[in-house]
Nanobody, 123 residues
Framework: QVQLVESGGGLVQAGDSLRLSCAASGGTFSSYAMGWFRQAPGKEREFVAAISRYGASRYYADSVKGRFTISRDNAKNMVYLQMNSLKLEDTAVYYC????????????????WGQGTQVTVSS
């Protein structure tokens, strides 16, 4: 059983940067590919980024490519999402997820989820 706890969300202005963190415990962290998803009010949860077990491969949604960077530190059991040039449409609750299938954009591929952290981008 893996527990995931996100942190780092907050209220920022458009154009600002923010780094989300996700701390994992309860399992062998390097056994899992990790992903970030987000859900805005009234919308379905959507894929943001994913990273393979040892960080060799990274995947991004088109909407964040070039602005967001996913990374992980297996020694610290942490995964990060660096978000630059934030836009109003990036406002959402951001979720960290762990799964056995590397690089998946589908939420159903992930077995464990955090509780989410709110990111609000204002104009």
């Amino acid at each position: 059983q893996v527990q995931l706890v996100e942190s780092g969300g907050g209220l920022v202005q458009a154009g600002d940067s923010l780094r989300l963190s996700c701390a994992a415990s309860g399992g062998t962290f390097s056994s899992y590919a990790m992903g970030w998803f987000r859900q805005a009010p009234g919308k379905e949860r959507e894929f943001v980024a994913a990273i393979s077990r040892y960080g060799a491969s990274r995947y991004y949604a088109d909407s964040v490519k070039g602005r967001f960077t996913i990374s992980r530190d297996n020694a610290k059991n942490m995964v990060y999402l660096q978000m630059n040039s934030l836009k109003l449409e990036d406002t959402a609750v951001y979720y960290c997820a762990a799964g056995r299938v590397g690089g998946s954009r589908f939420a159903t591929s992930y077995d464990y989820w955090g509780q989410g952290t709110q990111v609000t981008v204002s104009s």
